[in-house]
C-alpha cells in the first residue's frame, strides 16, 4: 500500500511539473514569433547600412576617421550578449564555450548584456568592464549607451579591436554562437561593384557623412545582434520546454503502469487471502 502511495505522488508531482513546462513552451513560443520577425525584418536595413558604410570608407582617408583602423590598444573588447533567464537549453553553455575557446584571459576585456554572461566572467576571473542592462523586448535607444562606451574606449586606444560574440538565430532547432567584428571599420566586407555602379557625389563630403552614420550604425548593429540573440533564447527555450513536457508524459506512461501492475497484484493477494481464509472456514 505505501509503494502505491508513492507512485501517486510521484505521478501528480510530474503531471503538475509538465503543466507547468506546457505553459512555459507556450510562452516562448509567442516570443519566439514576435522577436524573430522583429530580427528579421532589421536584417535588410543593417546590409545596406554596411554597404553605404563600405563605400563611403574607400573615399576616407583612414587617418581622418580613427574608427576606420586598428587603435594602438593591446586588448580585444569582446561584447557578450548572453541570457537573464536559464531553462533555455544549451544556448548560454555553447556561448561561454566558445568565449573560453576563442579569447585570450589575459588580452580580452569583456562588456556584458545578460546575467549568464555576467556570471560567468566573475567566475572565471575574466577582465569585466560594464555590464548593460536591456528589455526583454529592446529598443535602439537603449543601445545608444552602450555603442558610445564600446566607441570611447576604442578612440581612447585602451583596445585595439571591438568584436561581438552572440547567438546568431538560423532557425527554430538550431542557434549558433558567433563572432562579429564591430570595431575597426576596415572589418566591413568590402562592397560589390559592378560595372554600370552610379558614382555618387557626397554633399557636403564623404568624411563627414561617414563620421554622422558612424554611431547608428554602432547603436543599430548592437541593436539587431540583440534581437537575433532574443529569438535564439525564446527559440531554445521553447524547444527546450517541449522537450521536457514529452519526457514527463513518458515518465507519467512508466509510473501509471507500474502503479496499475502493484495495484493489480494487491488486488491479487487480497482475493487468495479471502478465498483461503474461506476455504479453512468450510474445513
Known sequence: MANLKVLRRRIKSIKGTSQITKAMELVAAAKMKKAQDKAQKGIPYLDQLQKVLGKLSKRVDPKLNPLLSDSKGTKTGVLLITTNKGLCGSINTNLLKFVS?????????????GRKGRTFLAKTGRDLKADFEVSDSPEIIETNSVGKLLTD?????????????????????????????LLPLSALPAPETTEDEVDYEYEPNAQEILAGILPHYISYTIYQLILESRASEHSSRMVAMKNATDNAKEIIKELTLQYNKARQALITNQILEISSAAAAMEK
Open 101 to 113: 575557446n576563442t579569447y585570450d584571459k589575459e588580452k580580452t576585456v569583456f562588456y556584458t548584456i
Open 153 to 181: 574606449d576604442f578612440l581612447d586606444d585602451k583596445i585595439n579591436k571591438i568584436e561581438i560574440v552572440y547567438s546568431h538565430f538560423i532557425n527554430t532547432a538550431i542557434q549558433k554562437a558567433t563572432k562579429f567584428d
